[in-house]
């Protein structure tokens, strides 16, 4: 498996260069949100807000209201948390085309509850015009501007940094509210998204092998949630359905799936994993994920309980992980 190095900051430095109306705002965090390189490439469009977010979403909203697409980088805690009501009064209100991206989604910073962005599809959700958009290997980070530029209102993306597998080929670009399918089957599906979808994939296989037809959609894009797949696969699903998410499972993607289920009268039983309504805690990525049950084990635990049947598979049977876990020795302000 390819693991590409800053595949961020590498995409957004070319995508820009043809796009004079594309401005980046900063609050202080310019390198760990990998647009340091565009700064010193663009100086002329780039704005350091220092951290005062809330003024940062006021001053991208009159940019945007002057033509420009503002492009705001920090990690995600920092984007919908701290200035809320600037971002729903001044940019989502008047639906204005400011793209949010917000690093560090979920759990994948040891930085603890501070830093740790697990209700932010469940808020944003929930706040008109916004589209949310979800990346899970290097292809969907070098393929999601294309995506959310043609989004006319606000955006907000769920950035990987640093270094990051490649999943998905790397031709086969993010396509806007259609999930990829990476297996089809009728036993039963799963709806997987962010860093959860490798988990999925270290286990499909020897779920396969053990007889079971599945269907594995990675979704990225989690508003809207109208992609016509997700009805179809969970129609067609004989034991019932499994979403991972890193995320809390109340109003993230496990959320819109019952939504769904229910009114469609699908009838289908659902297994959401996730952080149970409740907070993380600072810790590497790997451990974090065991602990609040988003890793390939815990979804074999969830097949097992849909099919009501044990499937003998452990730990040590598990594709190998893409990347090592995180060590200790991190920078404060690389969390």
């Not at 390198?31 to 565009?38: D, F, H, I, L, Q």
């Not at 009728?186 to 962010?194: Q, Y």
């Amino acid at each position: 498996m390819e693991i590409v190095t800053h595949p961020y900051e590498k995409a957004f430095i070319e995508w820009s260069k043809d796009k004079p109306d594309v401005l980046v705002l900063s609050a202080d965090l310019t390198y760990s949100c990998e647009v340091g390189k565009w700064k010193e490439i663009y100086p002329d469009r780039f704005f350091s807000m220092g951290l005062a977010e809330q003024n940062m979403m006021g001053f991208a909203a009159g940019l945007a209201r002057r033509g420009f697409y503002p492009f705001l980088h920090t990690f995600a805690v920092f984007l919908y948390r701290r200035p809320y009501d600037q971002l729903a009064m001044s940019i989502a209100y008047p639906n204005l085309p400011v793209r949010l991206v917000g690093f560090l989604p979920g759990i994948t910073t040891p930085g603890g509850v501070t830093h740790q962005a697990t209700d932010d599809i469940a808020i944003l959700r929930t706040t008109p015009n916004m589209t949310i958009l979800d990346c899970g290997d290097a292809t969907d980070v070098e393929t999601v501007l294309d995506v959310a530029q043609l989004i006319e209102g606000p955006v907000y993306i769920r950035m990987l940094r640093g270094e990051v597998p490649r999943l998905f080929n790397k031709n086969e670009k993010m396509v806007f509210n259609h999930a990829r399918a990476l297996s089809w089957g009728s036993d039963l599906v799963i709806f997987s998204e962010g860093i959860c979808t490798e988990e999925v994939l270290r286990v499909t296989p020897l779920v396969k092998e053990k007889g079971l037809s599945i269907t594995h959609l990675h979704v990225s894009t989690l508003k809207p949630f109208s992609d016509p797949q997700i009805i179809k696969a969970i129609s067609k699903a004989r034991f019932g359905v499994i979403s991972i998410e890193n995320h809390n499972i109340i109003g993230g993607l496990g959320s819109a799936i019952a939504e769904i289920i229910a009114e469609k009268g699908l009838a289908k039983r659902l297994i959401r994993l996730g952080l149970k309504d409740t907070y993380a805690h600072g810790a590497s990525q790997s451990y974090l994920m065991k602990e609040y049950q988003i890793d390939g084990m815990s979804l074999v635990k969830a097949i097992e309980s849909l099919i009501n049947k044990k499937l003998d598979i452990f730990e040590k049977d598990l594709g190998k992980l893409s990347l090592e876990p995180a060590h200790s020795l991190l920078k404060v302000e690389d969390l």
